[in-house]
């Protein structure tokens, strides 16, 4: 398994381009998140997702989109990029049992120029 | 809204003495966890605390939760090198398995 991927790596962006950040998961997981972090802090949730077709917004949503179309994979969607959205994005899955943790995904970091 | 703080926010450590991270959240919750993360690289699973009182030990670490004070503790057990790192604890709520997660503590374990 390889668990929880993301695409791409790293990414540079001129204020006001867009792109789309890719997650993927193969453990069948019906949750899935996404994550900031910025430089000294913890993460703060943007996103989730509690099964395909689903999305809802979390701590700081704004200048965010996402998609669920495929239960394995959840999609983050930036229109119009700015400067303070440059952070260190991570999504993660988690099954939803009581014992279950959720699992990360290597990160993304955006710099947006 | 939910709130988790962590003290302290950094942790000089010498090898082979004992230190304590403090994690308190401000609402009820269901779970709490704890991360470590390594510089640069993501978030890897410690231990999830379900009920008060709850321990669980892993080599030199060992969490435990308190639910009426909202808190939980990381014991670190004689400091090795290898344990420097950041340690995040989180808490969710049952709707959804969001996290709410602390500032984090910065741990570095000098020789």
């Known amino acids: 398994n390889a668990g929880v991927t993301q695409t791409p790596k790293f990414r540079v962006l001129k204020t006001g381009q867009s792109m789309t950040l890719l997650c993927a998961q193969d453990m069948n997981h019906e949750y899935m998140y996404w994550y900031r972090q910025d430089p000294g802090m913890g993460l703060r949730l943007i996103h989730y997702s509690v099964g395909e077709g689903t999305t809802a917004k979390g701590e700081v949503p704004d200048g965010y989109n996402v998609s669920r179309l495929k239960k394995q994979n959840f999609l983050l969607g930036l229109e119009s990029a700015a400067p303070s959205q440059t952070s260190v994005y991570f999504c993660a899955s988690i099954a939803g049992g009581p014992t279950d943790t959720q699992y990360f995904g290597p990160g993304t970091r955006l710099t947006v120029l | 809204e939910l709130k988790v703080e962590q003290n302290p926010l950094f942790l000089s450590m010498q090898e082979g003495k004992n230190y304590t991270i403090y994690c308190n959240y401000s609402?009820?919750?269901?779970?709490l966890y704890w991360y470590r993360q390594d510089p640069g690289k993501s978030l890897e699973s410690l231990f999830v605390?379900?009920?008060?009182?709850a321990v669980k030990q892993e080599g030199r670490l060992m969490a435990s939760l308190d639910t009426k004070a909202r808190l939980s503790t990381l014991h670190i057990t004689a400091a090795v090198h290898d344990l420097s790192a950041t340690y995040f604890c989180a808490v969710d709520k049952a709707a959804g398995n969001k996290l709410t997660f602390g500032g984090g503590t910065r741990v570095l374990v000098k020789p």
């Open positions: 605390l379900l009920s008060n009182g």
């Open positions: 609402t009820t919750s269901d779970r």
